[in-house]
């Protein structure tokens, strides 16, 4: 007995030390914070008030969009009136609670705003090469450090995809970049979008979002052209009078 308890503790040592060569159980106490949580964009950041570097034509037609907001009296876009999806990048940008879930081999993102996941695969290195072009198009990422770099393309072409913009492509091609600040309260989104087709270089916006707390969920949100309430959401659009 009095050797035992001699020897514990160097085997507590030892064990130590042995547990310290183990990958992630060192450092499992000082890992950093993780995506995965329930987040909420952060106020400043909602509606993206920097003008895209369009190309003349859809600055023209973003011109005229924001004459039929502005001037004529149109809340609801289009697409919104059809309640089709909101694809990205609105997926990523609009005051809807979003979800962040990750699991071995993906990142899924769920939006309150949206009835489609939208998945990051993290074991693909390429495209899938016949996808076809999607409201939350393909997506692939890596992680460098602690961002998690994801890549985007094969977008379709129902509505826009840049902010602010009102005309359609399916050339567009988004990058993001997220990490966490504030010791994982904030997430910040980093997103470059090109697009040939309406863009004349690069385009990167900025996007904040606040964690939210640990026993938050996603609320049901439903789209219903016809629901009680509905119209008067665009009383004074004049498509208002339109049957849906």
């Given amino acids: ?139 692939i990422g890596h992680w460098e450090g602690a961002t998690l770099v994801v890549d985007t393309v094969a977008l379709n072409d129902r509505k826009s995809h840049v902010p602010r913009g009102v005309v359609v492509s399916d050339k567009t091609h988004i990058v993001e970049r997220l990490h966490l600040e504030n010791g994982g309260k904030l997430l910040v989104n980093e997103m470059t979008f090109e697009d040939p087709a309406i863009l004349t270089k690069p385009y990167t916006v900025t996007i904040h979002y606040d964690r939210m707390p640990k026993d938050a969920e996603l609320w049901e949100y439903a789209c219903e052209v016809d629901a009680e309430g509905w119209s008067e959401r665009y009383a004074h659009d004049p498509a208002a009078k339109l049957k849906p």
């Fill in 1 to 139: 007995m009095i050797a035992l308890n001699h020897m514990t503790p160097l085997r507590l040592a030892g064990l130590a030390a042995a547990m310290a060569l183990v990958p992630g159980l060192a450092s499992a106490k000082a890992a950093a914070p993780r995506l995965t949580g329930m987040w909420l964009i952060s106020a400043k950041d909602y509606g993206h008030p920097e003008k895209p570097p369009f190309t003349p034509a859809a600055a023209s037609a973003s011109e005229r969009q924001r004459k039929a907001s502005e001037e004529q009296g149109q809340v609801l876009s289009d697409a919104a009136k059809k309640c089709l999806p909101i694809g990205m990048p609105g997926f990523m940008s609009n005051e809807f609670a979003l979800e962040i879930l990750e699991t071995p081999g993906r990142v899924t993102l769920l939006s309150e705003n949206s009835p489609l996941p939208r998945t990051v695969y993290l074991t693909e290195k390429t495209h899938t090469a016949d996808f076809q072009p999607g409201w939350n198009g393909h997506s």
